[in-house]
T-cell receptor, first 114, second 115 residues
Framework: GAGVSQTPSNKVTEKGKYVELRCDPI?????LYWYRQSLGQGPEFLIY????????DSGLPNDRFFAVRPEGSVSTLKIQRTERGDSAVYLC????????????FGEGSRLTVL | AQTVTQSQPEMSVQEAETVTLSCTYD???????LFWYKQPPSRQMILVIR????KQQNATENRFSVNFQKAAKSFSLKISDSQLGDTAMYFC????????????WGAGTKLIIKP
C-alpha cells in the first residue's frame, strides 16, 4: 500500500475483554514495529519484527500482550484481559530493513478500556 | 541506558517567525543517529530530519535544520519561516547504530504556530 494502515482507528472495550489491533505495512518493508503512546508522552517500544519472526519483544509489558506476523506482512497485536492502564494509542511502523533509522508510521489505533 | 530529554513542554510563535526546539540526550555510545519526528493531530509520526553522529555537518531539510553539538549531547531543531501547518508535537529520538532500530524518544514539545 501507499502507507502504513492501522485498523481500527479507535477501539473502546470493557475491562477484561480481548482486543486485536491490525497493522498493514508498506509493501516490501521487511521490518515492522509496534509502539505504545500514552497521553503526553513519547512512544514506548513494544516489539520488532524482521520478516515473520519477532526479533525483539523486550518491550511487551507482560504476557497479556502478544503480536504475530505470520506471512511477513500484516501484523496483529493481541491484548488479553484488557486493563484500564492499557488505554493508549498503539502505533505501528515499518521500514525497509536497512539500518537507516527512518520509520514510516501509521496513524495509530486509539484503545480505550472502560 | 540512553535517555532523551525535551525540556520545553510547549512553545508558541507567530507565523513566519523562527523557532528552536531543544533536545539533549545521554549515551555512552560513539555511533548513533538522532531524529526529529513531527506528530500532527492526525497522530501519524512523520520524520522531519535525521543526523548521523559521525557527521560534523548539521543536517538541513528546507526550512528545518539542526544544531548538533556532540560533545554537549545536544540536538536542537530550528524551524525557519514557520507555517501554520508546522503546528504539531515534535519528538526528538535516539537510535544506536547497529541496533534493532529501537528508538528512544523524548516526551515531546507541543509547537503552536499562531496566525
Amino acid at each position: 500500500g501507499a502507507g502504513v494502515s492501522q485498523t481500527p482507528s479507535n477501539k473502546v472495550t470493557e475491562k477484561g475483554k480481548y482486543v486485536e489491533l491490525r497493522c498493514d505495512p508498506i509493501s516490501g518493508h521487511t521490518a515492522l514495529y509496534w509502539y505504545r503512546q500514552s497521553l503526553g508522552q513519547g512512544p514506548e517500544f513494544l516489539i520488532y519484527f524482521q520478516g515473520t519472526g519477532a526479533a525483539d519483544d523486550s518491550g511487551l509489558p507482560n504476557d497479556r500482550f502478544f503480536a504475530v506476523r505470520p506471512e511477513g506482512s500484516v501484523s496483529t497485536l493481541k491484548i488479553q484481559r484488557t486493563e484500564r492502564g492499557d488505554s493508549a494509542v498503539y502505533l505501528c511502523a515499518s521500514s525497509l530493513g536497512r539500518n537507516t533509522g527512518e520509520l514510516f508510521f501509521g496513524e495509530g489505533s486509539r484503545l480505550t478500556v472502560l | 541506558a540512553q535517555t532523551v530529554t525535551q525540556s520545553q513542554p510547549e512553545m508558541s510563535v507567530q507565523e513566519a517567525e523562527t523557532v528552536t526546539l531543544s533536545c539533549t540526550y545521554d549515551t555512552s555510545e560513539s555511533n548513533y543517529y538522532l531524529f526529529w519526528y513531527k506528530q500532527p493531530p492526525s497522530r501519524q509520526m512523520i520524520l522531519v530530519i535525521r543526523q548521523e553522529a559521525y557527521k560534523q555537518q548539521n543536517a538541513t531539510e528546507n526550512r528545518f535544520s539542526v544544531n548538533f553539538q556532540k560533545a554537549a549531547k545536544s540536538f536542537s531543531l530550528k524551524i525557519s519561516d514557520s507555517q501554520l501547518g508546522d503546528t504539531a508535537m515534535y519528538f526528538c529520538a535516539f537510535m544506536k547504530q547497529d541496533s534493532n532500530y529501537q528508538l528512544i524518544w523524548g516526551a515531546g514539545t507541543k509547537l503552536i504556530i499562531k496566525p
